[in-house]
């Protein structure tokens, strides 16, 4: 399906951002978001107000078995998760989706965000750990990710597409144009020796999490991956680290067809450490963005597709940064944004 006919609205360049920040503060975080990013707001994840907050922790409330010890979060499927898996299956066959909402103790600047007043925006933003990523990092009682347990695996996929659409249901009510990014990074190892999870099981693992999510669904992966899994499963964006693989993507041919059906590319062009935002500046980072453009459309991509399906981001989310760094990436984004729309979108 067509990304933008079916939304109604284009995306051309608009900045909008990952996921997390620097701060501690919910309501400063959300004050820098609107100001720079008022056209795609998105709530901000924030790892060093709690350890509840750091993306495999934050969605993690309700899950079957799940034990959190200080800084560890694991699942015990030693012990008996008979009822609770029945509870998980109950809320997502009847879509009790208050069953497995996200409290602000575990995201405060979502619950900010939802109370924050919006200008209007074109669309707002959320984001979430993807199936792939969490069950590969969080582990059973023997510290194996509960990826490789069949049970487990699909209590996943539940889950998290439970806590997805309860997410979606909030985020509508500052917008009706709503944008859901899964965050993939642990993509960068599918199909290492370390990784013994076929393809065809990560597609079907993004697809079930996927299921009955209406909002523009984005995938999100900050390292290089084989970006072939990703571009032949329904996603809507892609959101890759630019700034440092801004030319693996062009290797892959289903790009064209991707793009062809409507896909979005996001490119995570501006960084997000201090050293490197210190030094640059909007002009060589266009120059870098229509440079990655330019290795598409020699690949048969066209140019108007290209200007028209983009998002710009930072490479990955802002917490590395300092909050002066975190100001300093959104206030480049929203100025490099501003010049490619002046220079390329007619």
């Known amino acids: 399906m067509n990304t933008l006919s079916r939304t109604g609205f284009h995306l051309s360049g608009?900045?909008?951002?990952?996921g997390s920040m620097p701060h501690k503060e919910p309501a400063k975080a959300c004050s820098l978001i609107a100001k720079y990013l008022s056209e795609i707001p998105f709530w901000p994840q924030l790892p060093k107000r709690s350890f509840l907050e750091n993306m495999y922790a934050q969605y993690s409330d309700g899950f079957p078995g799940l034990v959190l010890e200080q800084d560890r979060i694991y699942v015990n499927l030693s012990q008996g998760i008979d009822e609770p898996l029945e509870k998980l299956y109950t809320a997502?066959?009847?879509n009790k989706l208050e069953d497995f909402g996200i409290s602000k103790e575990y995201a405060a600047g979502l619950h900010e965000f939802l109370n924050h007043r919006l200008s209007n925006p074109v669309a707002v933003k959320g984001q979430i750990t993807g199936p792939f990523t969490w069950g590969m990092t969080v582990t059973d009682e023997n510290r194996r990710p509960i990826l490789y347990d069949e049970t487990a695996a699909d209590a996943v996929v539940k889950h998290l597409n439970l806590k997805a659409r309860w997410q979606e249901s909030r985020l509508r009510e500052l917008s009706d144009?709503?944008?859901?990014?899964?965050?993939?990074?642990?993509?960068?190892?599918?199909?290492?020796?370390f990784v013994s999870i076929p393809r065809e099981r990560i597609t079907e693992l993004i697809e079930g999490t996927f299921e009955n999510v209406q909002s523009l669904k984005g995938v999100h992966c900050c390292g290089n991956t084989d970006w072939?899994?990703?571009?032949?499963?329904?996603v809507d964006i892609i959101n890759f680290d630019a700034y440092s693989y801004g030319n693996t993507i062009a290797l892959y041919?289903?790009?064209?067809?991707?793009?062809?059906?409507?896909g979005v590319i996001a490119w995570g062009i501006v960084p997000r450490e201090d050293k490197?935002?210190?030094?640059?500046?909007?002009?060589?980072?266009?120059?870098?963005?229509?440079g990655c453009m330019a290795g598409l459309e020699r690949k048969g991509v066209s140019r108007d597709k290209l200007l028209k399906q983009s998002l710009l981001t930072p490479a990955c989310g802002l917490?590395?940064?300092?909050?002066?760094?975190?100001?300093?990436a959104l206030e480049l984004l929203a100025d490099l944004s501003l010049a490619f729309r002046n220079k390329y979108i007619k």
């Open 276 to 290: 490197f935002l210190q030094n640059e500046a909007v002009k060589n980072l266009l120059d870098r963005l229509t």
């Open 228 to 234: 072939s899994i990703l571009l032949n499963t329904s």
């Open 92 to 94: 997502y066959i009847e």
């Open 319 to 328: 917490e590395p940064a300092s909050e002066e760094g975190a100001e300093r």
């Open 14 to 18: 608009l900045p909008t951002a990952i």
């Open 177 to 193: 144009n709503t944008i859901i990014f899964f965050d993939e990074p642990y993509m960068s190892a599918a199909g290492s020796a």
């Open 253 to 262: 041919p289903e790009v064209k067809d991707f793009m062809e059906r409507g």
